[in-house]
């Protein structure tokens, strides 16, 4: 029997604990493969700022770097109402919002609604059948005198999406395991549209907003040394404000050089040549598996949707390549179901309070009819953990490119999702990897700080469109498709 020490400032604290000679082996790979020091950290930092920068470019590279035209920073005094629709990775959202007299005050009124499963394979029309029925409850418990046709709707789409006008949209790709023919390569502006129209709900869409776009501009609402929007959530991604003269794809457009211009990097795709991440055999896996193969390495490594399947690829790994090395005579065919472990099963295992894991041993039990020992229970909280960790260390090499890429010293980060908001440790984590990329000395009070985000596909959204028929009616065109479609919502 070995002792090992907890590695991490985030790892378990307490006695050490004994392993028998087997498990140490495998803890050990697992801990070679997942682990990531601060020279790799680094490393991909730097890469990460050159594709930023590639994506920016005529020729493009992996990071799509979409220009989103929202142009500006809120003031604070926006006013009016909004409707906003929220289609992120797990839920749908409908709220209305109203920007008060109050300067950054709002009321929200919003109903959440669960997207069935089936729905992320389903076909087109269900999607947007679904999405109607979803915000034409919401109007008749809400709106029955309402003119719909001056309430301008955010539609927050949380995927790729190339905007030509903010008030379309032509998906790139679908991403967090959705996978509905005939959406991609399509603006997906118009069929919204049309099915409200046909429900008698004329509903004009003011602006197309990305979930990060949203939380960048609803965070600086309220804080304005706000310069980055980020979601760790079912996916990844972050958004900042770029100058239009340091975007080469859009010179010929002549806009005036030093115009702001928001940008959704979708920087889930970083990395996709696979250069410089660190991948593992499991990663191989879960790519080969999707719908997608080749898309978005960066997030498959770093987003909620995948650590309770690295998790579960890991331990299958050692139940059929190290015969009788885990869990010997146990039934594991549970385990062999895909996608059966969310992130909530690692963070629960991670949080388990007991120093002999009892939590984690009821979870096996209820979820996989499995009855680990004591030693195979330190092994399932190691993997956690490692797991855990990466994901965080990698995600804030996003952080840290994005302020490299823009010399931004110091600045605040508003974060919003799932991973963010709730997975044990995960701020903790990444606030370490960004000391150790940037350079600050221990002393140095952090000058990069990731923190909890304002509601940014609801405000965000509802600012976006607000800002956008601000500016239109301003006098400020950019990227608006039409100007008699906007007058209406004037
Ligand atoms: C999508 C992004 C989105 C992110 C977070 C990714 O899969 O491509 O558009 O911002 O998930 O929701």
Not at 133 to 146: K, M, R, V
Not at 238 to 250: Q, R
Not at 412 to 418: F, I, L, P, Q, R
């Amino acid at each position: 029997m070995v002792g090992i020490g907890p590695k991490h400032p985030q790892s378990r604290k307490g006695s050490m604990h004994e392993l028998p000679q087997n498990l140490l082996g495998p803890i050990h790979d697992f801990e070679k493969a997942f682990t990531v020091d601060r020279s790799k950290l680094k490393e991909i930092v730097n890469h990460f700022v050159k594709e930023l920068e590639k994506g920016l470019s005529v020729e493009g590279g992996n990071i799509p770097m979409n220009v989103t035209w929202v142009l500006d920073f809120p003031d604070g005094h926006e006013r009016g109402t909004y409707l906003a629709l929220d289609m992120g990775g797990t839920n749908l959202r409908v709220c209305e919002i109203t920007l008060t007299e109050e300067k950054g005050a709002f009321d929200i009124t919003q109903s959440k609604y669960k997207m069935p499963e089936e729905l992320r394979t389903g076909t087109a029309e269900e999607l947007w059948e679904y999405i109607a029925d979803c915000l034409q409850q919401f109007i008749e418990a809400h709106h029955e005198e309402a003119n719909l046709a001056k309430l301008p709707l955010g539609f927050t789409f949380s995927y790729p999406a190339t905007q030509e006008y903010i008030d379309h949209g032509i998906l790139q790709r679908w991403t967090k395991g959705f996978d509905i023919d005939g959406v991609e390569g399509q603006d997906v502006v118009p069929p919204l549209e049309e099915i409200l129209k046909k429900r008698g709900l004329p509903i004009k869409v003011a602006a197309l907003i990305n979930d990060t776009t949203g939380t960048l501009i609803a965070s600086s609402y309220t804080d304005s040394a706000m310069k980055i929007g980020c979601i760790f959530g079912t996916g990844v991604n972050a958004a900042y404000m770029e100058n239009a003269g340091s975007i080469p794809k859009i010179a010929h457009m002549n806009l005036p050089a030093d115009m702001p211009v928001a940008i959704n990097c979708e920087y889930g795709a970083f990395d996709n040549e696979h250069v410089v991440l660190p991948l593992t055999k499991y990663d191989d896996i879960i790519d080969r598996d999707s719908p997608r193969p080749g898309q978005q390495a960066f997030e498959k490594m770093t987003a909620g949707l995948y650590l309770g399947e690295i998790f579960r690829l890991a331990l299958l790994d050692l139940i059929d390549n190290r015969a009788g090395l885990i869990f010997n005579g146990q039934d594991v065919s549970k385990l062999r179901k895909p996608y059966l472990l969310d992130a909530s099963f690692l963070a629960n295992i991670e949080e388990d309070p007991y120093e002999n894991l009892t939590e984690t041993l009821d979870l096996f039990e209820r979820t996989l009819n499995i009855r680990p020992t004591q030693p195979e229970l330190e092994l399932i909280r190691r993997l956690a953990e490692l797991i855990g960790t990466r994901a965080a260390r990698l995600s804030a090499c996003g952080v840290a490119a994005i302020c490299t890429k823009k010399n931004i010293d110091s600045c605040h980060v508003g974060a919003d999702g799932s991973v963010f908001t709730k997975y044990p440790h995960f701020k903790e984590r990444g606030a370490q990897a960004l000391r150790e990329i940037l350079d600050w000395a221990p002393t140095e009070k952090d000058k990069v700080s990731i923190m909890a985000a304002e509601d940014g596909s609801g405000v965000g959204a509802a600012l976006i469109a607000a800002l956008t028929l601000k500016r239109v009616k301003a006098g400020n065109l950019y990227g608006v498709r039409n100007m008699d479609d906007m007058k209406t919502l004037l």
